[in-house]
């Protein structure tokens, strides 16, 4: 019964959270004109998570959400510190950081190269239990190189919290697994796809062709030039 409510809850906060991307129109859906992302995939949708900075008020309901969904998903208790990657991971962990109580570092994605030359920024205790924090995730790779950076110093990371994950593309949760942590997100592109078809946020030709992406995104990026 309680895995039951768990997943309720997990549906109502990302029902919301792809509202909230919609309305500030941090998502776009360009089928005709795919974007190619830095993975290297086609695709015909695209998140922002960047400009929800701008959104005062929808932002502090990110938060809140965010929130919400780590404390019914991981013992906060034990985690020590909040991380931000570099760049955007930084004020969703500065903004989560102020939520949860607790302290925050961010992470480079590589070494400085003057002064200390450091990775890590912040008071980085060794053996503490470090939550990485990013805006979103498509394959997964830039999260393990920050993940890979965080355990060097000596730090521990289990998990990852990401406000967006594309979840299409084949690679990302195995590469995760495989890394030893935990990918926890709000939404993903089959809640936008949903909230989109409730309202009139996009035409119906659109939505047609973004449902055909996700049922084989693989197949789709590789007829519109991705890999």
Known sequence: ??????????????????????????????????????SGWA????????????????????????????????????????????????PYS??????????????RKKPKGFGRNSQIEGNAKENSEVLLVEDLATDGGSKIMFVDALRNSGLVVNDIFVVFFYDAFPGAQESMAKAGVNLHFLANWWDVLDQA???????DSDLVSVREFLKDPTEWSKENGGK
Do not use: H
């Open 197 to 203: 078809e409730k309202g009139s946020y996009f035409s």
């Open 94 to 107: 500065s903004w989560l950081s102020e939520e949860l109580s607790k302290p925050m570092l961010y992470v």
């Open 43 to 90: 695709s015909p949708v695209y998140i922002d998570c960047r400009w929800v900075i701008s959104f005062l008020q929808e932002r502090r309901e990110i938060i809140k959400l965010s929130a919400q969904l780590l404390q019914s998903s991981i013992n906060m208790g034990q985690v020590d510190m909040l991380a931000g990657g570099e760049t955007a991971g930084i």
């Open 1 to 38: 019964m309680r895995d039951e409510t768990k997943t309720s809850e997990k549906k109502i906060i990302a029902g919301q959270t792809a509202k909230i991307l919609l309305d500030i129109k941090a998502v776009n859906f360009r089928p005709q004109e795919p974007y190619i992302l830095t």
